[in-house]
């Protein structure tokens, strides 16, 4: 019926919205339209890797008027052949593979110079690209707004290991003119080297999340925020989560500054506060490669904790070592405010009372330099517990007695969370469904083959 309707575009929706599951009749008819690729307009397609497989293969055909794609894997990663789509979209704006990757950045990228939303996420091993092949590739691309990268694995694919992710030699940043938004997942090393080729003018949303590791190194993160000419953060906040950290970084008043989200992936509570202490040192602390490039003073510091998505309480093997929760301090000696969810202040007030040297004796180490010196304000978050309420006050009664007997007065603040507006810790995750300050997902338009 197709051949038989005037040459309107195309919208061909096979997306998860529309359909849950895949019948013979649903496949035959996506096929069936699959051989009209030079009329098609949109085509999001979510379905198993074997579906995905067989209809990858039909469309070799070039789609001068395709503007969207979205591809969705539900099961197993797989790689797109060389020849999808005649390697030629030269129209295309939208593009999301997820769980679905290119051979090769070259040459469907190559022809794609109008993209506006490239979203590349689950990439397998088996599909890695160096950090200098996809400034390569954007560097065409002068409407480019929004750039999404996310890989499944640190390892890459083999012989990619004795791949430099940085070229050797001087680097001259490739500019992004209307680059707006900024997502990675994967290696530290992966983002630094990609963030030392690009320059981004208009950003506003830079969320990164990183795999775990022993060693988190990011001066070229931290250059990256020193160039951002308007940015000049004074307020950070850290939250402690089921799966991952986060610290997001921002200026006093949001309409101020872009939004800045440093994450990394693990699930141990002393693995995420010894990462958020290294990712705190890396943009905030002082050292002979970092002196050159100052970051604002931060004045208020939040410590977030998220109860509902871990077990109630904490159970005992879950205690921080003191040492990690003052190399995560130590960052932030301006502080004059720090908000600090009930469930971590025992862990804080004990480690501020060792650096006071106001913690019992037999307790911890020697007392060390002070910490918090200008802290004025504890902003005390808590819940309906009212037994965790008690406890965290009766651990900062110790620690605000000790302070004000040394003529350093603190003020504490009770604040039920319930009654607050502060936002609720962000959907920090490459997913094609975007959670808080991502890009909504344009309306999908029910269109169907006959």
Not at 51 to 61: F, I, K, N, P
Not at 238 to 243: C, G, K, L, P, V
Request: hydrophobic share 45%; glycine share 6%.
């Amino acid at each position: 019926m197709i051949s038989h309707f005037p040459t309107f575009p195309l919208v061909l929706d096979y997306g998860a919205r529309l359909l849950k599951t895949w019948t013979p009749d649903d496949e035959g008819g996506l096929l069936f339209a699959l051989r009209h690729l030079s009329r098609a307009n949109e085509i999001m397609l979510s379905a198993p890797q074997s579906t995905l497989t067989e209809m990858a293969a039909a469309m070799v055909e070039a789609a001068p008027r395709l503007e969207r794609l979205e591809l969705h894997s539900q099961s197993a990663e797989f790689v797109l052949p060389k020849s999808f789509l005649g390697s030629d979209v030269p129209q295309l704006r939208r593009l999301i593979l997820a769980g679905v990757s290119l051979a090769t950045l070259h040459p469907l990228l190559q022809s794609a110079t109008s993209l506006v939303y490239l979203v590349l996420e689950r990439i397998p091993s088996a599909a890695y690209f160096s950090p200098d092949s996809l400034v390569m590739h954007i560097d065409s691309m002068p409407h480019l707004k929004t750039l999404s990268i996310g890989f499944l694995s640190a390892i890459p694919r083999p012989g990619f290991r004795t791949e430099p992710f940085l070229p050797p030699g001087q680097t001259v940043p490739v500019e992004l003119p209307a680059l707006t938004q900024l997502i990675f997942r994967g290696v530290s090393a992966y983002i630094e080297a990609l963030l030392a080729q690009i320059r981004t003018p208009l950003i506003q949303d830079v969320d990164i999340v990183l795999f775990n590791q022993l060693t988190l190194r990011i001066p070229r993160i931290r250059a990256f925020i020193h160039n951002l000419e308007t940015f000049r953060p004074t307020r950070v906040r850290i939250d402690f989560a089921q799966t991952s950290a986060y610290i997001i970084v921002s200026a006093p008043q949001p309409s101020e500054s872009p939004d800045i989200s440093l994450g990394v992936s693990c699930v141990s509570l002393d693995f995420q506060v010894s990462a958020m202490s290294q990712i705190s040192r890396g943009l905030f602390g002082l050292s002979p490669s970092t002196a050159a490039l100052p970051l604002p003073v931060v004045e208020e510091l939040m410590l977030g904790f998220h109860p509902g998505e871990l077990p109630k309480g904490r159970p005992e093997e879950d205690i921080v070592n003191p040492a990690l929760w003052r190399a995560l301090l130590s960052s932030f000696q301006h502080a004059r405010t720090l908000r600090v969810h009930a469930t971590l202040v025992a862990d804080l007030s004990r480690t501020l009372q060792l650096a006071d040297g106001t913690a019992v004796v037999g307790e911890g180490p020697e007392p060390e330099e002070l910490l918090l010196p200008e802290l004025r304000t504890i902003v005390l978050l808590h819940g309906d517990d009212e037994d965790m309420l008690a406890a965290a006050s009766e651990a900062l009664n110790a620690l605000v007695d000790g302070r004000n007997r040394a003529g350093r007065t603190i003020n504490v603040e009770p604040r039920d969370l319930n009654r607050l507006s502060w936002p609720s810790l962000p959907a920090r995750s490459l997913s094609l469904l975007p959670g808080t300050k991502r890009p909504r997902r344009v309306t999908t338009r029910k269109g169907q083959a006959t």
